[in-house]
């Protein structure tokens, strides 16, 4: 499992002490990958038009969000993955806490196969016992690095 190497190494992270609202929330998380030219403002605005039209489908686990839009979607010019930590909760939806999250990693493709795997990769790590609440307790890369050497020997 390099996900975490690979975000940690490429720069691609955030911590952040929270937002005022969700959509200043996914357009935090996007910026390492924006600032390296991955992907554009317009990808970044179809994730925020998706949600809206969709509701909050990015949430995928409790307090875990992967903001994305289509596969080869516009304003994409790699596969990639960025992590953003907040101390408080993002809210998506006030009627339902479940809905809430602190994790966010931003999934950019242009590749299918690509794509799929690290969704795959991501998903592993996620359900790996006690993955999130050390991803939750990280305060900075250091700190991602260790939650990836804890979980790279199982």
């Not at 992907?39 to 038009?49: A, L, N």
């Not at 516009?74 to 907040?86: A, I, N, Q, R, Y």
């Not at 996620?126 to 979980?151: F, S, T």
Request: proline share 5%; with cysteine; aromatic share 10%.
């Amino acid at each position: 499992m390099t996900i975490l190497k690979d975000i940690v190494v490429s720069n691609h992270y955030i911590f952040c002490e929270g937002f005022a609202d969700w959509t200043d929330a996914i357009q935090a998380a996007a910026e390492p990958l924006r600032a390296d030219g991955i992907i554009e403002d317009s990808y970044i605005r179809s994730i925020i038009e998706n949600v809206k039209e969709y509701g909050p489908y990015i949430i995928i686990a409790p307090e875990v969000a992967m903001p994305h839009s289509t596969l080869g979607g516009e304003g994409v010019h790699d596969t990639c993955l960025s992590f953003m930590k907040t101390e408080k909760p993002v809210v998506f939806d006030p009627e339902d806490p479940s809905k809430n999250a602190r994790l966010f990693f931003t999934l950019a493709a242009t590749d299918n196969e690509k794509h799929l795997s690290n969704m795959v990769a991501l998903a592993e790590f996620l359900l790996k016992d006690g993955a999130i609440e050390d991803l939750l307790k990280a305060q900075n890369a250091d700190d991602l690095m260790k939650v990836h050497w804890k979980y790279s020997e199982q």
